[in-house]
């Protein structure tokens, strides 16, 4: 095969050096699509669906089960975060837990893992508190986060003392949202 030269520059060196970069670039897609992302999701209710009445005021205030994937092999540790962006007065914090394991796949109905911290939610209490809106449908955000550190933080802070602990540390979130309003509200 001859080399088509104009101006003096090859185009089949400039066609082999393409190719190499798309060789490249379609392998780097590839392994990036391969790459799983983290998630958390429940087996209680879909992303989008409404959290049924045991896991809120209405019913037994249990935390849902919630089952996480695809853990980055960097993380150190998780933090998970539940809150309502839609409350009255602002974000409304549910759940605050750190110093989750990296090696953990499922957190059960109402147990979570003795290992982890928990922190002071918006009903000034260290443990769940179900969604309990004062009118209409609210969303609830299960956040998770994985991080690079393991955080020395206190068992009796709240979310803006997680939040500054957590910057700079996260390498990815996942979040599972529901949905729940209360009957005669």
């Not at 391969?34 to 037994?60: L, R």
């Not at 539940?82 to 750190?98: C, E, N, Q």
């Not at 508190?129 to 969303?139: I, L, Q, Y």
Request: some cysteine.
């Amino acid at each position: 095969m001859n080399s088509i030269t104009r101006g003096g520059k090859s185009w089949r060196s400039l066609a082999a050096f393409i190719a190499i970069l798309c060789l490249f670039g379609i392998t780097g897609i590839s392994q990036m699509e391969n790459e799983a992302h983290m998630k958390i999701s429940s087996s209680k209710f879909i992303e989008g669906g409404n959290i049924p009445a045991q896991f809120t005021c209405d019913g037994e205030n249990a935390s849902p089960d919630l089952v996480i994937e695809n853990l980055p092999a960097a993380a150190k540790s998780l933090v998970l975060i539940v809150d309502d962006p839609d409350a009255p007065r602002g974000t409304f914090t549910h759940w605050l837990m750190w110093n989750l394991k990296t090696d953990l796949k499922e957190i059960p109905v109402n147990s979570p893992p003795q290992d982890a911290v928990q922190g002071i939610n918006d009903f000034g209490k260290k443990k769940y508190g179900g969604p309990c809106p004062p009118s209409g449908t609210h969303r609830y955000y299960f956040r998770l986060y994985a991080l690079d550190v393991v955080l020395s933080l206190p068992p009796n802070s709240d979310r803006k003392a997680l939040d500054k602990a957590i910057g700079g540390h996260v390498i990815t979130k996942a979040t599972l949202m529901g949905r729940y309003s209360r009957s005669g509200k």
